[in-house]
Nanobody
Framework: QVQLVESGGGLVQPGGSLRLSCAAP????????MGWYRQAPGKQRELVAF???????NYADSVKGRFTISRDNAKNTMYLQMNSLKPEDTAVYYC?????????WGQGTQVTVSS
């Protein structure tokens, strides 16, 4: 059974940093292509970064150079390090399979960038 549990969100000032975590019981992250999505109010969910089974990464242009996706195979956990945050990064962030997602979505974690 797929389970996806996101954590690490919060309120941060512009220019600040956050690190999101994704625990995925039931999925072996190291052999699956996984990613981070976000959905801002009134907007469609978008894929911001993903890492494939070989460790190659891909980023949306809007976050390239600021966000870093990684995983800890021993902990079966995926991360998203977000630096130089901007107000337009405000959204609920989700982890899931990527670029093709699973049908199940977790609750996500809210990231709010505001002064």
């Amino acid at each position: 059974q797929v389970q996806l549990v996101e954590s690490g969100g919060g309120l941060v000032q512009p220019g600040g940093s956050l690190r999101l975590s994704c625990a995925a019981p039931g999925i072996i992250i190291s052999i699956n292509s996984m990613g981070w999505y976000r959905q801002a109010p009134g907007k469609q969910r978008e894929l911001v970064a993903f890492i494939n089974s070989g460790g190659s990464t891909n980023y949306a242009d809007s976050v390239k150079g600021r966000f870093t996706i990684s995983r800890d195979n021993a902990k079966n956990t995926m991360y998203l390090q977000m630096n130089s945050l901007k107000p337009e990064d405000t959204a609920v962030y989700y982890c899931n399979g990527a670029p093709v997602s699973y049908a199940y979505w977790g609750q996500g974690t809210q990231v709010t960038v505001s002064s």
